[in-house]
């Protein structure tokens, strides 16, 4: 396990010799003293990612392309070891962290691999006695921010496009879960990524993150997690004009109209909501179901989710583990005092487990609860195995309520009539939209969000946009065209 930062192709001490303790969430024991990335540490990364930007934008695209490759090879590889200390680190289940999470990860490592030759420019059509090229150029040092909910798989969305694209990268994992960021940057080194090219500094957000965002040598601040720091991200990034991306947080709509298959939609609701315990911005947090079938869909539902099995993430039956820090159950078991205390039904859950073998770990249990649409629970997002419930009568209501929150980043819905899945998905303000299906990625998919959910795309050739700018060169092929001051 890599516990040290990562920088200009070393892995080193924080200059300050100063560490972050990384705990188990199955049962809060010490998983690792990790580094403590801060200013100077920031700064040098940067240097080392600027020293690098030269030669690695210069690279045949092709040559950075087949280190992308090799990088999804060696992932592949490692994916045992790589999954387990995700678990370990998250409380994410064993099961989806091998089964989905790395493999997603090598998979979206690899599309940008075969991206990095093909994302080219264009010749414009300009007046005769002229040639005018686009070439999407790099940008140079990217600083990355990434939160703790899906880390390893994080790693590849970000520093995928970037380094297809030629730039050069300093990311900064979240503090709770640095060590899949670290033992991806340790087999990037071992398939010969070039130093400096890739630089990972753990640490906090208000030290080591703000840095990226002020440091006048980052070109663009790429951001993942919450509104709330997008915002003071937006803010911060004005001083020195650097572009940001900021993919924010969510309150998903999940619509199950009454022509729906109601099989499907049930599994497919508590995949929506319950995976990862439910700490997804994509989750499907809010369930708008229509009033006609509502008892029978909920009664299926609330069985299902009763039957999860919620337990240590290393074990393979596990379907939930705990949620990831001991401050962020707090605030999800906050919000089930809220819900509760603004009269809301709770149909299942509403606690912490009460098995003893889970006592000293991060655990709730997978809970939904019918509350009106202007609740808090049902605005805010939770970020926990917490689903609120609505009904509906019409279309145009259903819309209205998965329409009503200031996110706009995933939604789905539930229906055997091809028109109104067509006309419903058009208007969803959302993203993503996932129709008989929910939580559906793909490296080739663009992935971002509206309203406080923030602006940009991860994946596909948006990401690739993301992460160049389009540099005009005009040439004049013609010596005797008229010049405006010819004497
Ligand atoms: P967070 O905003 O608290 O932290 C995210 C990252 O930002 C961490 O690395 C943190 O250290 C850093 N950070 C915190 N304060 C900072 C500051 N002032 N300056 C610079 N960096 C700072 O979010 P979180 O709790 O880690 O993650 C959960 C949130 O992430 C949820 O809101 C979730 O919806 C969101 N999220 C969004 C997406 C998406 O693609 N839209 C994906 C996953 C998670």
């Known amino acids: 396990m890599q516990t040290k930062l990562f920088i200009g192709g070393e892995f080193v001490d924080a200059a300050d010799g100063a560490t972050v303790t990384s705990l188990d969430p199955h049962d809060g024991s010490v998983l690792a003293e990790v580094a403590e990335a801060k200013q100077e540490d920031v700064d040098r990364a940067v240097t080392?990612?600027?020293?690098?930007?030269?030669?690695?934008?210069?690279?045949?695209?092709?040559?950075?392309?087949?280190?992308?490759?090799?990088?999804?090879?060696?992932?592949?590889?490692?994916?045992?070891?790589?999954?387990?200390?995700?678990?370990?680190?998250?409380?994410?289940?064993?099961?989806?962290?091998?089964?989905l999470d790395v493999l997603r990860t090598a998979a979206t490592f690899r599309y940008f691999g075969g991206m990095a030759d093909k994302f080219q420019g264009t010749v414009v059509p300009v007046e005769q006695g002229f040639l005018d090229y686009v070439v999407p150029e790099a940008l140079g040092v990217i600083g990355q921010i990434v939160p703790w909910n899906f880390p390893v798989m994080f790693v590849s969305w970000k520093l995928g496009p970037a380094l297809a694209a030629g730039n050069c990268v300093v990311m900064k994992p979240s503090e709770i879960t640095p060590l899949s960021a670290l033992r991806v940057a340790e087999l990037a080194a071992e398939v010969g990524f070039p130093p400096g090219v890739i630089n990972v500094v753990p640490g906090y957000g208000q030290t080591a993150g703000q840095r990226l965002v002020d440091h006048p040598d980052v070109a663009k601040l790429s951001f993942t997690g919450s509104t709330d720091v997008g915002k003071q991200i937006a803010r911060g990034a004005a001083d020195t004009l650097k572009q940001v991306h900021l993919e924010l947080g969510g309150k998903g709509a999940n619509i199950v109209f009454d022509d729906a298959n109601l099989a499907a939609a049930v599994g497919g609701t508590a995949f929506g909501i319950f995976h990862n315990q439910g700490q997804a911005c994509i989750a499907a947090s809010r369930l708008i179901v229509h009033e006609s079938v509502k008892d029978e869909f909920l009664e299926r539902l609330v069985s299902l989710a009763g039957?999860?099995?919620?337990?240590?993430?290393?074990?393979?039956?596990?379907?939930?583990?705990?949620?990831?820090?001991?401050?962020?159950?707090?605030?999800?078991?906050?919000?089930?005092?809220?819900?509760?205390?603004?009269?809301?039904?709770?149909?299942?859950?509403?606690?912490?487990?009460?098995e003893p073998s889970l006592g000293s770990g991060y655990y709730i249990e997978p809970t939904i609860v019918e509350t009106t649409p202007t609740a808090r629970a049902a605005q805010e997002e939770v970020f926990g195995p917490f689903m609120v419930v609505h009904t509906f009568k019409t279309d145009e209501e259903a819309l209205e309520i998965a329409?009503?929150?200031?996110?706009?980043?995933?939604?789905?819905?539930?229906?055997?009539?091809?028109?109104?899945?067509?006309?419903?998905?058009?208007?969803?303000?959302?993203?993503?939209?996932?129709?008989?299906?929910?939580?559906?990625?793909?490296?080739?998919s663009p992935f971002g969000g509206m309203g406080v959910s923030g602006y940009g795309r991860e994946m596909g050739f948006e990401a690739m946009r993301e992460y160049t700018e389009p540099k005009a060169t005009w040439i004049n092929i013609d010596a005797n065209l008229p010049a405006f001051y010819r004497r």
Request: proline letters at 4%; zero cysteines; a neutral charge.
């Open 48 to 99: 080392a990612a600027k020293g690098a930007f030269h030669h690695w934008s210069r690279l045949a695209a092709a040559d950075r392309g087949r280190l992308l490759l090799k990088l999804a090879d060696a992932i592949e590889a490692d994916a045992d070891n790589l999954a387990l200390l995700e678990t370990r680190d998250t409380g994410h289940p064993l099961r989806d962290t091998l089964g």
């Open 307 to 354: 039957s999860i099995r919620v337990g240590d993430p290393k074990d393979l039956n596990t379907e939930m583990g705990p949620l990831t820090s001991a401050l962020h159950r707090d605030r999800v078991l906050s919000y089930l005092e809220i819900a509760a205390d603004e009269g809301g039904a709770v149909l299942v859950g509403g606690k912490a487990p009460a």
């Open 403 to 444: 329409n009503g929150t200031a996110y706009g980043l995933g939604g789905g819905l539930w229906t055997s009539d091809l028109s109104r899945a067509h006309k419903v998905a058009r208007e969803l303000r959302a993203g993503m939209v996932w129709v008989n299906s929910y939580k559906r990625v793909n490296p080739g």
